[in-house]
């Protein structure tokens, strides 16, 4: 999740446990080329990846498919990754509008099945997933079509978030339709992905839906500790949870070792997220939005009673 899922944030979930696979923000691979062109070493988004505890997925994004390959290529040959994913679901306007990638792509299921082609050889050995929503509009959902092109394609698995690209992250996911693209599937795993935010939540689209996993987003980020607790769920146990200022303090360190100074940057983007349930929480988000160093950071975690 671009913003959100840095080398810190990873080594946080990490820390939690729980979650089988974790994966980068998003990675253009314009930007990658470009600056491969350049004799810079790699944008942002892959810090940390060559060193960071395994499995590991990347993902990618953009409509060239050779761009694609590229990057691809050094994944597998440098950063030596275990999942390449591309994304063929991001409807954000400068990504999906602008450059005429993420979902925008959905409207041509040829060009997914080239680019799943190409960074699938590309790739090789290493296994390459795709990232899907419905459609571009509910008068155009063709999610089953999609996935039956990826998985042609060479893919290793496929994720369908429940929206339309229209709808970006309004109304509910339809997990009724990620469901209908199961039978269209004979070999690759469906994971499905959508308004995840309980272990309860979790395990229930497990048991009623026709998925082979899930994928979790936006539901971590008010609750990193969620992967734990689906599987204390799974397994008949008490949900426990860190709270938030925990929570908080544990991430402020590991960026803090990952970014230095810019890890009160990093808190500030993350604590609004976080801190959500709580009868003081617009307080506390306030002030943390207006802090400028560590010493500010730390005397609002001191004051704050949970």
Known sequence: MAGYTNIAFRELLRTFGGADLIATEMVSARSFVYMGNRNEEHPARLDG??????????QIWDNAPETLAKLANTLTNDYKVDVIDINFGCPARQIAQRSESGSALLRDPELVARIVRTVVQA?????VTAKIRLGTTRETINASEVANAVEEAG????????????????????????????????RIPLIGNGDIKTAAEA???LKNYPVDGIMIGRGMLSNPYIFNQI????????ET?????????????????????????????FAPQLITTKPNSKSIR??????NNEQEFLQIMEEWKE
């Open 231 to 238: 599987k204390q769920f799974q397994e008949n146990k008490t």
């Open 123 to 127: 790739a090789s050995p290493t296994p």
């Open 49 to 58: 990846v060559r060193e960071e505890q395994r499995p590991v997925s990347v």
């Open 241 to 269: 949870q860190p709270d938030q200022k925990t929570i908080l303090l544990t991430y402020y360190n590991l960026a803090k070792k990952h970014f230095g100074k810019n890890a009160i940057k990093t808190i500030k983007t």
């Open 155 to 186: 893919a290793s698995g496929i994720t369908v978030h429940g929206r339309t690209a229209a709808e970006m992250y309004r109304g509910k996911a339809d997990w009724e339709e990620i469901a209908k693209v199961k039978p269209h599937l004979k």
């Open 286 to 291: 306030t002030k943390l939005s207006k802090i």
């Open 203 to 205: 395990v229930e689209k």
